[in-house]
């Protein structure tokens, strides 16, 4: 069983599918502990719902990201956790707290990276016009929404796209490729290899998402 720790800033619906994935079986991982920056955020009213075992760890309460990372990076290590899943997570990052975790901390992205990186990826989809964006779970290196690829899938702009309404419709691919990843991983099959990212006897189709989804 792959340990999980889950960070977060706001609603939520990510974890959500992480929570559903393993209830239903598809996941063969366990959230060990979800933290969260944001004290407000709605994804802590799910780790209530569900019984996860969660914390804050606010910014503002150390005076160097260092300590604030530090902090995060004990708190998951003590209990245990193998992968860390950034979920709506609104920071980055910095080496410090990624060498804790060492090709083990991914992330999900509502474009298709490189394309739109940063904050507001979907409005930014739509302002420059593009015919497909989409979302990607990637590694987390020291960049910004940069790390190697694990999976994309490929989202369709219609013309009477506004932000809303395209964020609404990557948001449902993203909660397949996240859980999909995580399983990747449960199963031992994800090689990284510098930027190049190998799912082991993954397929890859014709659909826009590659690699195919197998579960979700
Ligand atoms: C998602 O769009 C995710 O791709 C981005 O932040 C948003 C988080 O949504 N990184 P939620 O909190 O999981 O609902």
New binding site residues.
Partial sequence: MLKLGVL?????????ALINGIEEGKIDASIELVLSDNPEAF?LERCRKHGLEHGVVRRKDFSTKKEFEEELAIKLKEKGVELVV?????RILSGNFLRHFPDRVI????SLIPAFQGLH??RQAVEFGVKFSG?TVHIVDESVDGGPVIVQAVVPLLPEDTEDTL?QR??GY?HRILPQAVQWFAEGRVNIKGRLVEVREARYGTLPVNPELEKF
Avoid: D, K, T, Y
């Fill in positions: 977060v800033s706001g609603r939520g619906s990510n974890l959500q994804a950034l979920a709506g997570f609104m992330n999900i992205h509502p990826a979907q979302c964020s990557i948001l993203e």
